[in-house]
């Protein structure tokens, strides 16, 4: 049993931390908009991005112009 090391817990509990209170205390003060998806938690950019490609789709299917802006604040 010559090199035992311990087991510790600090770095599992600042993790936590963070996540469960700074997070979530920065969110609220922040007001993240419903539409911002990066970065948030069970969602990513990619549901953004399957957004516009269903609306460009459904365009196409019913013969109709689409037209987006995409604004970077």
């Given at each position: 049993?010559?090199?035992?090391?311990g087991?510790?817990?600090?770095n599992?509990?600042?993790?936590?931390?963070?996540?469960r209170?700074?997070?979530n205390?920065?969110h609220?003060r922040l007001k993240v908009d419903?539409h911002?998806n990066?970065?948030?938690?069970?969602?990513?950019?990619?549901?953004?991005?399957?957004a516009i490609?269903?609306m460009q789709?459904?365009?196409?299917?019913?013969k109709?112009?689409?037209?987006m802006?995409f604004k970077d604040?």
């Amino acid at each position: 049993m010559g090199n035992c090391r311990g087991i510790f817990l600090t770095n599992i509990v600042s993790k936590v931390w963070e996540r469960r209170i700074i997070l979530n205390e920065m969110h609220k003060r922040l007001k993240v908009d419903i539409h911002q998806n990066g970065g948030q938690n069970r969602r990513g950019t990619m549901d953004n991005l399957m957004a516009i490609l269903t609306m460009q789709d459904q365009a196409k299917k019913e013969k109709r112009k689409l037209a987006m802006i995409f604004k970077d604040t």
